[in-house]
């Protein structure tokens, strides 16, 4: 008696290793708010449906006659077989040798199940997995066997299926594993989800196909979370992982942001708080939001960096130059600086003319201009034309330092690609007047008088120029 519980618990485990390795799960491994339920309503409504036809369609089975027993030579063989399979290591070629030696059809139906079954387990621990689908598609086709082993194969061979890449064909298996199952355990409710989700993914050039797969991963997973609700089980990070996902996949950002928000509130991470800023981003960008929305959304999308910012989450460039810009457009120029300055220093972003711009960008819009002048300065040098020379003579002339921004002014003429040369002449004219030097200034007014439309401003400035330079020269003279 004790040979027969050993050797059922046997077949039962070599069932079990084709579930295992047949569910390998594609969805990510990448809580509680209220709201979760108003989104699974419609879909608890449909399991519910689907659990009360799987009740009936259970009690409307046919009665089938008991089992015949296993004789002793049937018995002997497959517990020779255990033997085989227990040995370290297992001695599997020996296993399914002395399997495939019996005459199967002298086995009456219990004998055959199990020959079968053990049959798939050691094929399939031999990685040959069609030949251990083969046999379990024998056991269907037998007529005799119990609705429970039934259902059992059923699964695990919807469970091959899919592994083996066959969407349509494994679904075919669950559906029909599915009307005689009322109450599900969660790990085949995920299983389901699981092969719906991957099969849409594989439709997505068939839209109106994938989102009806969308759909019905979205009742399996919302199932599976309000049934470990009911059971007090905990519900799974992945499974809302997934929702995100899905509903990113049918555009439905409302609740692609809702799901962001619980798996940042209850699992935060790193990816949820980033992931969540930019679908704020997203959501503000939205056709149809009011201005007041976006605005908000705009907020909640600088909050949430700035949260993982200050947890330290943020260590890669592209997440503090990020950061930095974030902070600029919020009218934190400090905070924009200081984060740019420090990712630079560090080595972690580069000095590149992009950077060295936003660096000092943050400096003049926090009013710190003698802290822009060398980001300004190395941004500048870098560019293909004269524009951040501009702005750099601008810095020096709220630093009254009209020496270094005619020559800045000089060297954005040099390179070009100005907007208005024009005005640049004019500006720099006006800076060498400052500094008395007023021959650089009336070449640079009758430079800028050569563009219409500044002649008649760089003419009146020559006349002052003129007009200055007398009036300098006679407080000398009278001065001396």
């Not at 559906?175 to 009322?182: M, S």
């Not at 120029?333 to 560090?346: C, L």
């Not at 800045?408 to 060498?432: H, M, V």
Request: charged share 25%; hydrophobic share 40%; proline share 2%.
């Amino acid at each position: 008696m004790q040979n027969f519980k050993t050797l059922t618990k046997t077949l039962l485990t070599a069932t079990a290793i084709t579930v295992i390795s047949a569910t390998a799960s594609i969805l990510p491994t990448v809580a509680d708010f209220t709201g979760q339920e108003a989104f699974a309503q419609t879909s608890t409504m449909a399991s519910e449906e689907r659990a009360a036809e799987a009740l009936a369609a259970r009690i409307a089975r046919p009665r089938i006659g008991s089992m015949p027993g296993m004789n002793e030579r049937a018995f002997k063989t497959l517990t020779k077989v255990q033997e085989f399979m227990e040995l370290e290591p297992p001695q599997y070629g020996e296993a399914m040798l002395l399997l495939k030696k019996q005459n199967l059809e002298r086995l009456n139906s219990t004998e055959l199940t199990s020959f079968y079954q053990l049959m798939a387990a050691v094929a399939q621990n031999q990685d040959n997995i069609d030949e251990a689908l083969g046999y379990y598609k024998n056991i269907l086709a037998m007529e005799s066997i119990s609705y429970a082993q039934r259902d059992q194969m059923t699964f695990i061979v919807g469970q091959i299926e899919f592994s083996n890449g066959n969407n349509e064909l494994a679904i075919s298996y669950f559906e029909d594993w599915l009307k005689y199952q009322p109450t599900p355990s969660i790990t085949n409710i995920v299983v389901l989800a699981n092969v719906y989700y991957a099969s849409a993914l594989d439709l997505e050039d068939i839209p109106v196909a994938a989102e009806k797969y969308f759909r019905n991963s979205i009742e399996f997973l919302n199932w599976a979370i309000i049934k470990a609700k009911a059971d007090g089980k905990e519900d799974k990070e992945n499974w809302y992982a997934v929702l995100r996902a899905i509903h990113n996949n049918l555009e439905e950002i409302d609740k692609v942001v809702f799901y962001g928000e619980l798996l940042a509130t209850r699992w935060p991470k790193k990816e949820y708080w980033t992931q969540l800023s930019g679908l704020y981003s997203q959501a503000a960008s939205e056709d149809g939001i009011s201005e007041e929305d976006a605005l908000l959304l705009e907020k909640k999308q600088f909050a949430t960096f700035d949260l993982a910012f200050r947890q330290g989450m943020l260590d890669s460039a592209r997440e503090l130059e990020t950061m930095s810009q974030l902070f600029l457009y919020h009218e934190s120029p400090y905070q924009a600086a200081k984060t740019m300055s420090k990712s630079i220093e560090d080595g972690v972003s580069e000095k590149s003319q992009r950077n060295l711009e936003l660096q000092a960008t943050a400096h003049i819009n926090g009013k710190d201009m003698a802290d822009a002048v060398a980001p300004l300065t190395q941004a500048a040098d870098m560019s293909d034309d004269g524009n951040l020379y501009m702005r750099l003579a601008n810095v020096y002339l709220n630093l009254d330092e009209y020496e270094e921004a005619a020559a800045a002014i000089e060297k954005a003429l040099t390179k070009g690609g100005l907007r208005r040369a024009d005005q640049s002449s004019l500006l720099q004219g006006q800076a060498y007047l400052a500094l008395e030097k007023f021959d650089d200034a009336r070449n640079s007014f009758r430079e800028a008088a050569k563009d219409e439309r500044s002649e008649t401003m760089a003419r009146n400035l020559l006349r002052y120029v003129d007009a200055e330079e007398r009036r300098i020269k006679d407080i000398r003279e009278y001065l001396s």
